[in-house]
């Protein structure tokens, strides 16, 4: 060899009296780029449990098949969280391709498993609860987000489309009608003569239910089907003080 | 320099872990791996003999600081190689306007027509070592270098998937469609010198 590279490498190793860059170091960028990625899985299961809270609530099944359905369905999709899934299922993807041998796999691959991943996660997080509660914070503390995400109560406000929603004040057993209070303080008269009535309905004042029919005419409504608000988990306490409970709710077209 | 002490008998992840503790083992490295990584960068870079020395120490300097960062699960070689192509590539990035120069060419591209596929079946085998790097220097970049590690530097898949850091299946599509391009490519010159 003429030109002895390493001899050069060797001198100037010892003439600057370099070495190299410690074990921790190479730690501590690896644990950061871990870290990254499973608190972008994390955010991103806990945006797929709040769509499947969502989803739940607004249940979309029910509303789909209804003349107008679709229209009120595809409003009322969760967009924002949507986008949220998206955001962290790329930014979980490129910390993976940069983790030491993130590189292996295909990015295909590796998306498929980061969604599927998230999607179960999401689930869990949505059945232990967990992001009921971070929807109802984000509600609560931030009026702006009911704004910018179609909430159930905003879906279920929605009376020319059949769609009705609120808490019950009265209930003539024999006249088969109900008062309701809406999201927004209005008071409905709800015929439920001919409703089908949920077994988990027990039609008592201060229960919160949604209703699907008819409007009939200004505040009378006429319902085909009566459903529990949120099953077991009800999100409001009962009156007295109805206004002060009730969660922000962003504006229906009724 | 370590005194009686027998490089030969160690291998390279050994000998880069005697190198953390003291930077007199990693000359026995560097030797062993000089003339490959200069004739990779003269290569791949497209640069003069003295450019492609200047790469090469800095490489060994980079791989040196970064010793304690060595991944055992991967070969030394493809670790080394692998800090090569990046500072090739940096080095493209931070001379852009530089004038490209062709490069040594050798013999050892005509191990590609030893590979048993219809791509290379087909191909001129008298075509001269320095026709082929006239060709290899006109088809992509990322083409040429993988036809390098696989036919000249002799890397298998894994190897080459460690290198550039892409998956196998991924070095398999590259290679199939870099030899498509040079062929196209041959072929083209074929015809313009057949005119």
């Known amino acids: 060899m003429d030109t002895n590279v390493s001899q050069k490498v060797i001198d100037k190793i010892k003439k600057e009296r370099l070495a190299p860059k410690s074990g921790w170091h190479f730690f501590l960028l690896r644990a950061a780029v871990l870290a990254g990625l499973s608190f972008f899985i994390l955010a991103g299961a806990l945006s797929f449990g709040i769509i499947f809270d969502i989803v739940r609530q607004v249940e979309i099944t029910r509303i789909i098949g209804r003349p107008g359905g679709p229209g009120v369905v595809l409003l009322s999709l969760p967009y924002l969280w949507i986008i949220f899934v998206v955001f962290f299922l790329v930014l979980a993807l490129a910390d993976f391709a940069r983790t030491r041998h993130g590189y292996k796999y295909r990015l295909l691959h590796i998306g498929v498993a980061l969604f599927v991943g998230m999607f179960f996660l999401g689930a869990v997080f949505h059945a232990l609860g967990y992001c009921d509660s971070i929807e109802m914070y984000l509600e609560n503390q931030f009026p702006l987000y009911s704004r910018i995400v179609a909430t159930p109560q905003g879906v279920w406000s929605r009376p020319s489309d059949g769609l009705l929603s609120g808490m019950i004040v009265q209930n003539d057993n024999v006249m088969d009608r109900l008062e309701l209070e809406d999201w927004r303080s209005n008071r409905w008269d709800v015929d439920y003569s001919q409703a089908t009535i949920e077994p988990q309905v027990s039609e008592s004042l201060g229960e919160m239910i949604k209703v699907i029919g008819d409007k009939q005419a200004d505040h009378n409504f006429k319902a085909e089907d009566i459903r529990p608000w949120d099953g077991e988990m009800m999100r409001l306490p009962p009156p007295p003080d109805l206004k002060g409970a009730m969660p922000p709710v962003r504006p229906g077209k009724d | ?195």
Do not use: C
């Open chain 2, 1 to 195: 320099m370590v005194p009686n002490f027998d490089a030969k008998n160690k291998s390279d992840e050994e000998l880069a872990g005697l190198t953390r503790d003291n930077p007199d083992f990693y000359y026995f490295l560097m030797e062993r791996y000089e003339e490959k990584i200069l004739r990779y960068v003269r290569r791949i870079a497209n640069v003069s003999r003295e450019v492609s020395e200047d790469l090469v120490q800095e490489i060994f300097l980079k791989a040196y600081e970064n010793i304690n960062d060595f991944d055992e699960t991967l070969k030394f070689s493809s670790w080394l190689y692998r800090i090569a192509h990046n500072h090739v590539i940096s080095h493209w990035r931070k001379y852009k306007n530089e004038k490209l120069l062709s490069w040594d060419a050798d013999e050892s591209f005509k191990n590609m027509f030893e590979s048993d596929d219809d791509l290379t079946r087909d191909l001129d085998k008298k075509i001269t070592a320095e026709r082929m790097s006239e060709v290899l220097d006109k088809i992509k970049p990322a083409y040429k270098e993988v036809l390098v590690l696989r036919y000249m530097e002799d890397k298998d898949y894994t190897e080459i998937g460690d290198i550039l850091k892409k998956p196998v299946g991924t070095i398999g599509t590259l290679i199939l469609r870099a030899k498509k391009e040079l062929k196209k490519e041959i072929e083209s010159g074929n015809n313009f010198y057949s005119k």
